[in-house]
């Protein structure tokens, strides 16, 4: 068996960058109303549009007061975005599927995020008869008449579930072996590597592995790989995977050998004569008659083990504690001046605000208490102008929080009227202000995040350095967004992706740090609600991997779920409902 050589760079090939698609979670509905049949339709929200389009109903369950549907939704989880949900619950008269020929009992709107995050990820929700739009501005919802109810009056609860499909957490590994592959390069062999594609429902494929570069060999043995199951076939075992075989070259212009197709299912029976694939040129089969194949690619080994997954802690009550920094520089302007980054608008809210309504709306679900620490660098303070780099916004030294994201909103233009802004921008401070807490507690139930939002270039670089390091081996993550137009490129470097932090030769146990310029996001035609969309994804999308590399790394194993409520505590005691509901479907 010939071992690799120099593993060859790749990058100029393909980007593996969001190819593994989201986890998926099942959602289960019941609901407290009064003993009608009733059905629940499930709606999502476009985030471009923000049309509600229905997604899927329950089955109809007869006359009982305390429904639970058997029919489940199922929907990809993105932790990134912000997933809103709504649930109508009707009263259904006839076999019709026109919900307007059906009486409206109420609805509830969430974020799939919400539920989740919730205890156990068990959500409760008052049905209200009003119906809400989304306000332009803000993004948040408004009261609106609809069904020509009343806004805002309750008419029961509705109870969300959300459990993580059992097959998302499956990782497969497997190793393979090629032999008498052709001959590509005219000094040597061939420098083979194979190439994995999963096949998406419209015909197309999408990139999901590559392996390393053999050097100078026909017959190579891979390194054996692991890829979540999710990433090869998303759930589906008979969909098809295809694989090509290629041979390296520096320039970039890889040779292509040949392919094959397979699939999960085929994987899974492991080594056998069924995963022996002839590796077939197809222009090559058409040009000579006597073609074979190009070789063949032998499957050595296979194995497939569940991993614990970042739900699997949230729902094991793991909390999320964020905390924002604020950039109080005199490079930002004059507040009062509209040309400041820190300006107030009546109008409309500033970088800073729309960077953290953003980040904020997406993160606060997964912390139970909504109390958010918030802190400012780089101002003099009041009464005696001392200069601070790790000031409450709220004014309170013994308690930074903040109640919710209009809290810090609150206390940051609060801040804004009371304090100088002066200089320089100093991160360390904050930093270890939040690795301290962090540190505090390492037993896997909290995990902190901390979102820095500035405008310049860093001023104390190698103490921010040896911060992040240390920071590296804590239950913490760091969030950088730069607003203005300063170079930041000492924070591409602090991001870590292409090369690993270091501080005194020590290097970064982990990539804790997501930086993004807050100009690439700005969306000229004024639609911050899309544009602020994107960002949030962007920094957001590496935290669910970094809480449980964190995890992983400290064997931390999530914690079971808290029981569930026998009963809701806004349930009456009204009559029994029926032994067996009929369920119908419309």
Known sequence: MEQPEDMASLSEFDSLAGSIPATKVEITVSSIVSPLPAVCVMYTQGMENKQWREFGRT????????????????????FE???????????????????????????????????????????EKPLTIGAFSLNSRTGKPMPAVSNGGVPGKKCGTIILSAEELSNCRDVATMQFCANKLDKKDFFGKSDPFLVF???????????????????????????TFSIPVRALCNGDYDRTIKVEVYDWDRDGSHDFIGEFTTSYRELARGQSQFNIYEVVNPKKKMKKKKYVNSGTVTLLSFAVESECTFLDYIKGGTQINFTVAIDFTASNGNPSQSTSLHYMSPYQLNAYALALTAVGEIIQHYDSDKMFPALGFGAKLPPDGRVSHEFPLNGNQENPSCCGIDGILEAYHRSLRTV????????APVVTHVARNAAAVQDGSQYSVLL?????????????????????KLPMSIIIVGVGQAEFDAMVELDGDDVRISSRGKLAERDIVQFVPFRDYVDRTGNHVLSMARLARDVLAEIPDQLVSYMKAQGIRPRPPPAAPTHSPTQSPARTPPASPLHTHI
């Not at 100088?420 to 991160?427: A, R, V």
Request: aromatic share 10%; net charge negative.
């Open 420 to 427: 100088q802004l002066y200089g320089p921008t100093n991160f």
């Open 197 to 223: 594609y999963r096949s998406n429902e419209d015909g197309t494929f999408t990139i999901c592995h590559k392996t390393e570069v053999m050097k100078n060999t026909l017959n190579p043995v891979w390194q």
């Open 81 to 123: 975005e912000k997933q809103n949900l709504r649930f109508d619950l009707y009263d259904v008269d006839s076999k019709s599927p026109d919900l307007s020929k059906h009486d409206f009992l109420g609805q509830a709107f969430c974020t799939l995020g919400e539920i989740v995050g919730s205890p156990g990820s068990r959500l």
């Open 452 to 472: 820095i939002i500035t405008d310049g270039v860093i001023s104390d670089m190698a103490q921010t350095k040896e911060a992040i390091v240390n920071a590296a």
């Open 59 to 78: 089955e109809v369950i007869d006359n009982t007061l305390n429904p639970d549907f058997v029919r489940k939704f199922i929907v990809d989880y993105f």
